[in-house]
């Protein structure tokens, strides 16, 4: 069964750093892309950002572009986002799927960015 | 960027019968290989989206043979055959063509 698990959710101050991590498994994970997407509060889905499986290339919105890193580890089947200098705005639920076509979310991890 | 909209906003249903939801885009997407990756997604209140149909009318494994999905070109629809209780919620597009990928704003289905 595939599964994906994201943490390191939190509440962190505008300005501020969080580094999210998505375990998976069920699943060859080195061959597939991953995503991340999120959802702020009321508000519908945003695709974030994708790491794709093979040729390292990595795509972003551009509400995050130059603020946000996406990374992989295949050794320890794991996604990470990054984020730097962080605003109010990027408050959300922040899920990873399986693939650019998103067939599998996880639970989500909640960010707060909040003074 | 490739804006998807949908419509209605809200959608009311009675249990049983038929809904529909379209999802136009403001280009069409088709992919190198000829795909169109258009898919839709559906999420209870409090839970993860799911994915129900890709490729405009692939439906997912277990998802109802009730949910098809139709459409070219900028067009693309989402219909439910007979609604049932579990089928509330918000329901959204999505274009995995062009980089950025883009979501539609999202239709809510509630019971009448």
């Known amino acids: 069964e595939v599964q994906l698990l994201e943490s390191g959710g939190g509440l962190v101050q505008p300005g501020g750093s969080l580094r999210l991590s998505c375990a998976a498994s069920?699943?060859?994970?080195?061959?597939?892309?991953m995503s991340w997407a999120r959802q702020a509060p009321g508000k519908g889905l945003e695709w974030v950002s994708c790491f794709k499986g093979s040729g390292h290339y990595t795509y972003y919105a551009d509400s995050v572009k130059g603020r946000f890193t996406i990374s992989r580890d295949n050794t320890k089947n794991t996604l990470y986002l990054q984020m730097n200098s962080l605003t109010a705005e990027d408050t959300a639920v922040y899920y990873c799927?399986?693939?650019?076509?998103?067939?599998?979310w996880g639970q989500g991890t909640t960010v707060t960015v909040s003074s | 960027d490739v804006v998807m909209t949908q419509s209605p906003l809200s959608l009311p249903v009675t249990l049983g019968q038929p809904a529909s939801i379209s999802c136009r885009s403001s280009?069409?997407?088709?992919?190198?290989?000829?795909?169109?990756?258009l898919n839709w997604f559906h999420q209870r209140p409090g839970q993860s989206p799911r994915r129900l149909i890709y490729k405009v009318s692939n439906r997912d494994s277990g998802v109802p043979d009730r949910f098809s999905g139709s459409g070219s070109g900028t067009n693309f629809t989402l219909k439910i055959s007979r609604v049932e209780a579990e089928d509330v919620g918000i329901y959204y597009c999505m274009q995995a063509t062009h980089w950025p990928l883009t979501f539609g704003g999202g239709t809510k289905v509630e019971i009448k």
């Open positions: 280009q069409s997407f088709v992919y190198s290989d000829g795909n169109i990756y």
């Open positions: 799927a399986k693939g650019s076509a998103m067939d599998v």
């Open positions: 069920g699943f060859p994970f080195n061959i597939f892309d």
